[in-house]
């Protein structure tokens, strides 16, 4: 068991810390422990491996989107409860964009994660639909916000770049639209405008 005085929540949120300021490649399990001015090994007493602390970490950012209520929300109708649930997601992913690097790799299995596909998935047979269109709806409205997020991830400038170097004769519309591209990519209006359109879409099946 672990001698020192540190919780598991001390830890993860140092992790946190550590990926949002430095990257993904920065958390390590030596790293972690200089950065808590603790022993390695001690850290070990809590997480068996880095992975299983990334687990951790993405169940402790998770949580709070799963679990999250809007204190000013009226509406209390699947459509409500989904858009505050995905809006949640996204903002939590958006605060900190090294999770979906994490989930690039594998899958999010985590307490926290698995809590908010629950509840996705639960308002969405509340709706009316059937299983299969319940988890297909789940997870379109899931790759949408994580899609948003990644997008609005990549470099605006590099984006400008290689939209504005493209030949107007062979790319037309590209061309015309770029610097609407570009400036709309990642902004909170596109991912609510995007959305609204996908509920619309999904519970308007329901009848």
């Known amino acids: 068991m672990p001698t020192q005085r540190l919780t598991a929540e001390q830890i993860t949120t140092a992790a946190l810390d550590l990926m949002d300021s430095d990257g993904l490649a920065a958390v390590s399990m030596r790293g972690l422990a200089q950065r808590l001015g603790v022993g390695t090994m001690t850290l070990y007493g809590y997480y068996r491996s880095r992975e299983e602390l990334l687990d951790a970490v993405v169940d402790a950012a998770t949580a709070g ?32 964009p090294a999770l979906y ?9 985590s307490p926290g994660v698995l809590r908010l596909c629950d ?3 639960g308002q969405l047979r509340r709706a009316g639909l059937d299983d299969a269109a319940a ?22 400038a590099d984006t400008r770049s290689a939209l504005g170097a493209l ?12 610097p609407t ?20 879409a999904i519970l308007g099946t329901t009848g």
């Open 65 to 96: 989107a799963a679990n999250h209520r809007d204190p000013g929300r009226t509406g209390s109708e699947p459509v409500d409860e989904l858009t505050e649930l995905f809006t949640a997601l996204h903002r939590t992913l958006s605060e900190h």
């Open 101 to 109: 690097r994490i989930r690039m790799s594998r899958p999010f299995l």
């Open 119 to 121: 509840r996705a998935l």
């Open 135 to 156: 988890v297909r709806g789940y997870r379109t409205l899931y790759l949408f916000t994580l899609g948003c997020v990644t997008y609005a991830s990549q470099d605006a």
């Open 167 to 178: 030949p107007s004769g062979d790319f037309p519309h590209l061309s015309a639209l770029a």
């Open 181 to 200: 591209m570009v400036a709309t990519a990642g902004s909170p209006d596109e991912f609510e405008t995007g959305l609204a359109t996908l509920l619309t």
